[in-house]
């Protein structure tokens, strides 16, 4: 069997038995595990960059619900491939966001719920244009619950500068717009995991980060992920309190198409922001 043959049965497959297409693609070899350090330890199969132009000739997939590709891949595959995908995981590197954005909005058509990106940055980080915020305002997906935002750089590179506020701005004005639907959205920034928690000036901008995103939207579950198992999360009380709390997260929950449901459902029964936060890993942790 040559590789076109494979490619071509990997491509069914998807549809088939609802496996992960390709989220990279290598030079050389069909076998790639890497991207960056957070690359989940799951084996995937990839096909060499010379084969991208048979995903442009994809017919639709009706049984292809999740979806983690880089880039270059996604632009290649047909917008009517992708009409039931639901959750898209999106590897980019930095100067890429805006084709990025584009590509989502046009390929992602109004039943894409999650969206999850891994963006890539190099050097000192992305400096002041860093806000999930502004990421939002580029997006036109009505339909999206769930933001995640995990920026990849070089360990003890990325330094914290002065905070990225978009609350009372244009772009702020058009995040709320361009998706209104969301619930809920987890950020892993560049920074932060070159400082000790325990230090004051990152706890100070970990808390006007969320602040200023929990000002943008309202009553949404604002998540401020500080490695591969833990993260803080700040929510607002009804006579306008507001509550900083480190939880556990999970790796899967851009799997999850049902999250804003979820949300909303969790968000209307519970007051503690404890007791919130026990209940939605519950009830996240029977759907993944």
């Known amino acids: 069997m040559d590789l076109v043959h494979l490619a071509c049965i990997l491509c069914r497959l998807t549809a088939v038995a609802r496996l992960e297409l390709p989220v990279a693609c290598g030079s050389n070899s069909i076998f790639d595990y890497e991207f960056g350090h957070a690359a989940p330890d799951v084996q995937t199969l990839l096909p060499p960059t010379m084969f991208l132009d048979l995903f442009e000739r994809m017919r639709p997939l009706g049984h292809l619900r999740a979806l983690d590709v880089t880039l270059e891949l996604l632009v290649r595959i047909p917008s009517e491939a992708l009409q039931q995908v639901a959750c898209l995981s999106l590897r980019i590197e930095a100067p890429e966001q805006p084709r990025a954005c584009e590509a989502v909005t046009r390929l992602s058509g109004q039943n894409l719920q999650s969206l999850r990106i891994l963006?890539?940055?190099?050097?000192?980080?992305?400096?002041?244009?860093?806000?999930?915020?502004?990421?939002?305002?580029?997006?036109?997906?009505?339909?999206?619950?769930?933001?995640?935002?995990?920026?990849?750089?070089?360990e003890g590179t990325c330094t914290l500068g002065s905070v990225d506020r978009v609350a009372d701005t244009i772009e702020a004005e058009d995040a709320v717009h361009m998706v209104p639907s969301l619930?809920?959205?987890?950020?892993?920034?560049?920074?932060?995991?070159?400082?000790?928690?325990?230090?004051?000036?990152?706890?100070?901008?970990?808390?006007?980060?969320?602040?200023?995103?929990?000002?943008?939207?309202?009553?949404?579950?604002?998540?401020?992920?500080?490695?591969?198992?833990?993260?803080?999360?700040m929510g607002r009380h009804t006579e306008g309190s507001v509550e900083l709390t480190q939880v556990p997260i999970e790796e899967r929950w851009w799997e999850l198409?049902?999250?804003?449901?979820?949300?909303?459902e969790v968000l209307r029964t519970v007051d503690s922001w404890g007791e919130l936060w026990l209940e939605v890993l519950r009830t996240v942790g029977n759907c993944v």
């Not at 036109?140 to 933001?147: D, E």
């Not at 198409?257 to 909303?264: A, K, N, P, R, T």
């Open 257 to 264: 198409d049902s999250w804003g449901e979820l949300w909303l």
């Open 183 to 233: 619930t809920t959205i987890v950020w892993e920034p560049a920074w932060v995991r070159s400082y000790s928690k325990g230090d004051p000036s990152y706890q100070k901008m970990v808390q006007e980060y969320l602040l200023d995103l929990l000002d943008i939207f309202g009553e949404a579950l604002v998540v401020l992920r500080e490695d591969d198992t833990s993260a803080q999360i």
């Open 119 to 154: 963006r890539k940055c190099h050097g000192q980080g992305l400096g002041p244009q860093e806000s999930p915020a502004r990421l939002c305002a580029a997006l036109n997906v009505t339909g999206l619950t769930y933001l995640e935002l995990r920026d990849i750089g070089v």
